[in-house]
């Protein structure tokens, strides 16, 4: 099952930033409420940016948002002692995103990773930077499943994550992803995760590129995404690709969300 991740509450964004700085629970509750309502099956919380005290943040920000979806939460962000608070209160099983396959991030944050029981996403990025190939990309995906079983983190929670980078300044970037999908899934057997937008970053249309390109992941098998729910193109993308994989059927999925409006 493609698990669809929401995007929306992230410090980055100046809304986001504000309702943390003022703990305001009605605009981040509203934010997570619009995302599980749109499909979203688990919610990415980034408190990082600009924070004075990202721990107490990020416990605030989760308590608020599982208490009004239930959903469990991605926990978006490189310190360690943030991750932990997050994973202390966090009810059921967290995503911790994420870590590079530089050893000190890596070493840090996977004892913790275990010690909570969490899942983990792994970036294909070592201290040589990130890759440019589908086959550098996948030999990476291989130190990652090593890595994670000599700290004792079963490869069912581990998420690779093969780093989008944009189209507009390395055209060949879109096919070299999508087909590390592929090979990371065939000769490792784990679950491929990616932030879209990078794809389509300093062009025209985004969400047209995004929603595409979504499409053609899903074909090599990318297993989730952190994306906006509520974007209207990325849905329709969504629903049409799960219908032309054979995942809904007799198209009932689709059909529905047609006549509800929720294609257009």
Known sequence: ???????????????????????????????????????AQMLDINCAFNSKDEAFDIEWAIRTAQGETGLPVSIDSPNPEAI???????????????????KNKAEAILPIVKKYGAQVIILTMDESGMPSTAEERAGLAGRALELSKKHGI????????????????????????????RLIKSRHGLKTICGLSNISFGLPERSTLNAVFLSMMLISGLSAAIL???????????KASAALLGRDEYCKDYIKSFREGLLV
Do not use: C, W
């Not at 932990?84 to 530089?102: P, R």
């Not at 079963?154 to 999908?181: H, K, W």
């Not at 906006?228 to 969504?238: E, F, G």
């Open 228 to 238: 906006d729910p509520t974007n209207k193109r990325i849905r329709a993308s969504l």
């Open 154 to 181: 079963a490869p069912e929670d581990i998420y690779i994550d093969p780093l989008v980078r944009a189209i507009s300044s390395e055209a060949g970037q879109g096919i070299e992803v999508i087909e590390s999908v």
């Open 1 to 39: 099952m493609f698990i669809k991740i929401g995007e929306r509450i992230n410090s980055s964004r100046k809304p986001v930033a504000r309702a943390l700085a003022a703990k305001d629970e009605t605009f981040i509750k509203k934010e997570a409420a619009i995302q599980k309502d749109a499909g």
């Open 84 to 102: 932990e608070a997050g994973l202390k209160i966090h009810k059921g099983k967290a995503l911790v995103n994420s870590i590079t396959l530089e």
